[in-house]
């Protein structure tokens, strides 16, 4: 049984910095890209980042696109988004991915994940 479970969420400040975290369990880890994606009130998911199975390729959307770091352990199952520069747009529900498309401009398509977190809620103050 697969799961994505994340932490790290929380209330801070504009400008501020979060780091949050996946832990993975069930799946071959090196086997999945892996991708946050976020949802605020009244929106559709969004894609934020992704990373392919070896971490050697990264993926953003142009409004985190050098402000978030995505990265993975693939020892340890893990992937994480260090958050910097938060802006009160950042506030949402953020949710961990895993794609079997190891690779390739597929991963910025939420269609194409067949594994999701219960999502940690990111919450910016102006």
């Known amino acids: 049984q697969v799961q994505l479970v994340e932490s790290g969420g929380g209330l801070v400040q504009a400008g501020g910095s979060l780091r949050l975290s996946c832990a993975a369990s069930?799946?071959?880890?090196?086997?999945?890209?892996m991708a946050w994606f976020r949802q605020a009130p009244g929106k559709e998911r969004e894609f934020v980042a992704a990373?392919?199975?070896?971490?050697?390729?990264?993926y953003y959307a142009d409004s985190v696109k050098g402000r978030f770091t995505i990265s993975r352990d693939n020892h340890k199952t893990m992937l994480y988004l260090q958050l910097n520069s938060l802006k009160y747009e950042d506030t949402a529900v953020y949710y961990c991915?895993?794609?079997?498309?190891?690779?390739?401009?597929?991963?910025?398509?939420?269609?194409?994940?067949?594994?999701w977190g219960q999502g940690t809620q990111v919450t910016v103050s102006s």
């Open positions: 991915a895993a794609s079997p498309i190891r690779d390739g401009s597929g991963l910025r398509e939420y269609r194409n994940y067949a594994y």
């Open positions: 069930g799946l071959t880890f090196s086997s999945y890209a």
């Open positions: 990373c392919s199975g070896n971490g050697d390729s990264t």
